[in-house]
């Protein structure tokens, strides 16, 4: 699966593949999560899927909520 990022300042486009997203466990509401992010800086990642059906998709967390990444 691709995804897409502009790049603000110069307005490009670049595509994202896997190698740009990892497999991480976090904590969102006090409840263990394992999910599919993406950084996008400043200490920020988004979501991009789950193990409860995508329940938690384009949520954006802290990295304070990340326990580990494979």
Known sequence: MQY???NIES???HE???DSTTWCTLSINETE????IKH????????LADE??????NMVID???VFHCK
Not at 33 to 36: G, P
């Open 4 to 6: 897409k990022i502009r």
């Open 11 to 13: 307005k490009e486009e």
């Open 16 to 18: 994202l593949d896997n």
């Open 33 to 36: 999560v394992k999910a599919k």
């Open 40 to 47: 996008m800086g400043g200490g920020k990642f988004k979501l």
């Open 52 to 57: 409860h059906g995508d329940e938690y998709a």
């Open 63 to 65: 990295a304070s909520d």
